[in-house]
Nanobody, 119 residues
């Protein structure tokens, strides 16, 4: 069974940095797209950054030039480096993967990790 486990969230002051990690475990035949989404209280979940299997990236306008998505295929891990954090970045961050396993191709989500940025 495939699982995505996030780590690296926490509390930081505005202007600070955090790096989120998402490790995939289980039998994986192929990963088509990975990404990070976030959900702030009272708001819908929104895309933060994604990366395709060809390493094409896409970022929300609000995080461009501040956040960087990357991955380590050997470790089956995707990262989100977050710099120059702002209070409006406060949210629960979720890792996502579009991948194929024994059950076929599906979307998988991590459990979420809290990021809190204070002013």
């Amino acid at each position: 069974q495939v699982q995505l486990v996030e780590s690296g969230g926490g509390s930081v002051q505005a202007g600070g940095s955090l790096r989120l990690s998402c490790a995939a475990s289980g039998t994986i035949f192929g990963i088509y797209r990975t990404g990070w989404y976030r959900q702030a209280p009272g708001k819908q979940r929104e895309l933060v950054a994604t990366m395709t299997s060809y390493e094409d990236t896409n970022y929300a306008d609000s995080v461009k030039a501040r956040f960087t998505i990357s991955r380590d295929n050997a470790k089956s891990t995707v990262y989100l480096q977050m710099n120059s954090l702002k209070p409006e970045d406060t949210a629960v961050y979720y890792c996502h993967a579009d991948l194929s396993s024994f059950g076929g191709r599906k979307d998988y989500w991590g459990q979420g990790t809290q990021v809190t940025v204070s002013s």
